[in-house]
């Protein structure tokens, strides 16, 4: 694996701020480095909002808000509901803070004002921990596993985001699991076409036959199609009941 992941992938960057100059020079400093920036949040509401909306690659959050809520907060809602990584940033450093702030398992600190060179390294460390992490997840965690069946001998990970056929791992694209992802979420339960087009393409307006076309794939790779289409409500995936 490279080094440098920022030369190597396009990650969406979500930036919680509540200092408008601020946010706007974090904003020009990652696009220098050649990275995306998903939106810039104001306040831990519109964070939220933005990141259930967006689902952003990675977010650099501001511990300091001026809002009942704290950037610590807002990273601990993102960290426990998305595993998106965190890097905090803040003014000033003292225990107490970094104490704080370790609740919300971050993978980076940074004091403002940070250079590029720092943000960069930051970034790198951040992603390359977290795709390792993730990917390593069943050597670290060897028995859990939680399984939804949607054949007999067809089911998926929900822990480890992989597809079994017979007890071996289908290879999935990108996009492939995160449709798995995001309607195994919470199995049985109609999820909206915006919502599924947002997690898998991070644009507003839908395309339906984009996602239509990611179905037709799956139900071609596997041999029938598991996943439900309710008239203008949306998708979900039909489960296995198995037969004890």
């Known amino acids: 694996m ?3 992941l920022i030369a190597n992938n396009n990650f969406d960057v979500l930036i919680v701020e509540d200092e408008p100059v601020l946010a706007m020079a974090m904003e020009v400093k990652l696009k220098k480095l050649g990275l995306c920036v998903s939106g ?25 808000l001026n809002a009942s809520k704290t950037g610590i907060d807002v990273a601990n809602y993102i960290w426990k509901n998305f595993n998106i990584p965190i890097i905090f940033l ?19 600190y940074l004091i403002k004002p940070c250079r590029n060179e720092e943000l960069k390294v930051a970034i790198n460390t951040a992603m390359h921990k977290h795709q390792f992490f993730f990917k390593n997840q069943n050597l670290l965690h060897p028995s859990k596993k939680e399984f939804i069946y949607l054949a007999r001998n067809i089911k998926f990970d929900k822990i480890q985001a992989e597809l079994y056929i017979d007890d071996k791992i289908c ?32 644009e507003d307006v839908y395309d339906l036959s984009k996602l239509r076309s990611l ?4 139900k071609n790779k596997l041999g029938f199609n598991p996943f439900e289409n309710l008239y203008e409500e949306g998708y979900r995936i039909v489960i296995f009941e198995k037969l004890s």
């Open 40 to 64: 810039i949040a104001s306040t831990p509401d519109n964070a939220i909002l933005h990141v259930q909306n967006h689902y952003p690659d990675i977010a650099i959050v501001d511990i300091n």
């Open 90 to 108: 803040t003014s000033y450093y003292n225990d107490k803070i970094l104490n704080k702030a370790m609740e919300a398992e971050p993978y980076a």
């Open 2 to 4: 490279s080094n440098n």
């Open 171 to 202: 290879k999935l694209t990108k996009n492939e699991k995160k449709l798995f992802e995001i309607l195994t979420k919470d199995a049985g339960k109609v999820m909206s076409f915006d919502s599924i087009f947002n997690f898998i393409w991070r």
């Open 215 to 218: 179905i037709y794939r799956l």
